[in-house]
């Protein structure tokens, strides 16, 4: 660590320097100077909210944009996102307290018979970190996984992941005992994985591919935000 980043103490930062100080560190995936960010705006009389939307969200949006433009990588992107969690940590329960309103839910799963789970689990940190909760089913999921979680937790979204082409088709699966149940209208469904496409989305009835993590959120924040304008309507 050179001189220059030693003199750097966050507690004499001002709140707008401190900030962008904190995006700075996400990007660089440095958890516990992310941990002291949020204690020192909390400190400071931040509400929760705003510390999880200003500052965590907004670095976390631009890890996610560099992620899309291949200028970051996912084992960077796992360390700024393992930094947020830090953050989270901190932050959840104070916002389960206040009631603080969420972008979204979504339970995430990888497919029966795939037990791949690095991108699902890059999908779920980058989410959170845009402000979604996130309700992660694991690996290896059968039908009955899917649809006990989707009446459990009612989310906005659920999400599936698969890596082998042999457990591509139970995506279709899981949709199709949906639409069985009368269930497929009530949710977004979202897709990806590395050998999916846009075409085996459109055909097995998804609602959107998603080729990776930061398109993800991009998608989710989409279709949620036009689900909510809908109901508003």
Same mark, same amino acid.
């Given at each position: 660590?050179?001189?220059?980043?030693?003199?750097?103490?966050?507690?004499?930062?001002?709140?707008?320097?401190?900030?962008?100080?904190?995006?700075?560190?996400?990007?660089?995936?440095?958890?516990?100077?992310?941990?002291?960010?949020?204690?020192?705006?909390?400190?400071?009389?931040?509400?929760?909210?705003?510390?999880?939307?200003?500052?965590?969200?907004?670095?976390?949006?631009?890890?996610?944009?560099?992620?899309?433009?291949?200028?970051?990588?996912?084992?960077?992107?796992?360390?700024?996102?393992?930094?947020?969690?830090?953050?989270?940590?901190?932050? !959840? @329960?104070?916002?389960?307290?206040?009631? $603080?309103?969420?972008?979204? /839910? *979504?339970?995430?799963?990888? +497919?029966?018979? &795939?037990?791949?789970?690095?991108?699902?689990?890059?999908?779920?940190?980058?989410?959170?970190?845009?402000?979604?909760?996130?309700?992660?089913?694991?690996?290896?999921?059968?039908?009955?996984?899917?649809?006990?979680?989707?009446?459990?937790? !009612? @989310?906005?979204?659920?999400?599936?992941? $698969?890596?082998?082409?042999? /457990? *591509?088709?139970?995506?279709? +699966?899981?949709? &199709?005992?949906?639409?069985?149940?009368?269930?497929?209208?009530?949710?977004?469904?979202?897709?990806?994985?590395?050998?999916?496409?846009?075409?085996?989305?459109?055909?097995?009835?998804?609602?959107?591919?998603?080729?990776?993590?930061?398109?993800?959120?991009?998608?989710?924040?989409?279709?949620?935000?036009?689900?909510?304008?809908?109901?508003?309507?």
């Amino acid at each position: 660590m050179s001189e220059e980043e030693d003199e750097i103490i966050l507690s004499e930062l001002d709140d707008e320097e401190l900030v962008q100080q904190m995006f700075d560190d996400l990007y660089d995936g440095l958890k516990e100077e992310i941990e002291e960010g949020v204690t020192i705006l909390l400190d400071r009389g931040w509400a929760p909210y705003d510390i999880l939307t200003k500052a965590l969200v907004g670095g976390m949006t631009i890890v996610g944009a560099d992620f899309r433009d291949g200028i970051l990588f996912v084992p960077e992107v796992l360390l700024a996102a393992n930094a947020m969690k830090g953050g989270m940590a901190i932050l !959840k @329960p104070l916002l389960a307290e206040t009631g $603080a309103p969420r972008m979204g /839910t *979504m339970v995430i799963g990888t +497919v029966k018979g &795939d037990i791949h789970d690095i991108g699902k689990n890059l999908v779920s940190m980058m989410m959170e970190g845009a402000g979604f909760e996130v309700v992660d089913l694991g690996i290896n999921n059968p039908v009955e996984n899917y649809l006990a979680a989707l009446e459990e937790h !009612k @989310p906005d979204i659920l999400g599936m992941s $698969a890596l082998l082409t042999t /457990t *591509m088709p139970y995506m279709k +699966v899981v949709i &199709d005992t949906m639409i069985e149940q009368g269930l497929r209208d009530d949710y977004i469904v979202l897709v990806g994985g590395a050998p999916l496409n846009e075409e085996f989305g459109k055909a097995i009835g998804a609602d959107a591919y998603c080729r990776d993590a930061a398109v993800a959120v991009e998608t989710a924040k989409d279709f949620v935000s036009r689900k909510h304008n809908s109901l508003s309507a």
